[in-house]
């Protein structure tokens, strides 16, 4: 098990931003894609950004394209989601997951390991 922990969420008002982290501990996850997925209430959990192990490619769904930014710190073993411009229909559970060891690219499913969740309000 890659233990994954997310953190930085919270209450925002429409306009505003936050930056999620994901920090893996007990194990490096240099040779894993890293996802940033959200769940809203009622709704299924969506793929919303991710990194390729290498850190060279990153994919993002059009409604974080432009918004958000993914990134990662091999060094902190930590992945990133920067938001800004955040709007009420952002609200939702986030969680970060692993996917690896080495897969191709950014996967957008398939993934091996999760994080709890960390909650994302944003107020309009």
């Known amino acids: 098990q890659v233990p994954l922990v997310e953190s930085g969420g919270g209450l925002v008002q429409a306009g505003g931003s936050l930056r999620l982290s994901c920090t893996a501990s007990g194990r490096s996850f240099s040779v894993y894609a890293m996802g940033w997925f959200r769940q809203a209430p009622g709704k299924e959990r969506e793929f919303v950004a991710g990194i390729s192990w290498t850190g060279g490619s990153t994919y993002y769904t059009a409604s974080a394209k432009d918004r958000f930014t993914i990134s990662r710190d091999y060094a902190k073993n930590t992945m990133y989601l920067q938001m800004n411009s955040l709007k009420p229909e952002d609200t939702a559970t986030y969680y970060c997951?692993?996917?690896?060891?080495?897969?191709?690219?950014?996967?957008?499913?398939?993934?091996?390991?999760w994080g709890q969740g960390t909650q994302v309000t944003v107020s309009s």
């Open positions: 997951a692993a996917r690896g060891p080495r897969p191709m690219g950014v996967p957008l499913e398939g993934y091996n390991y």
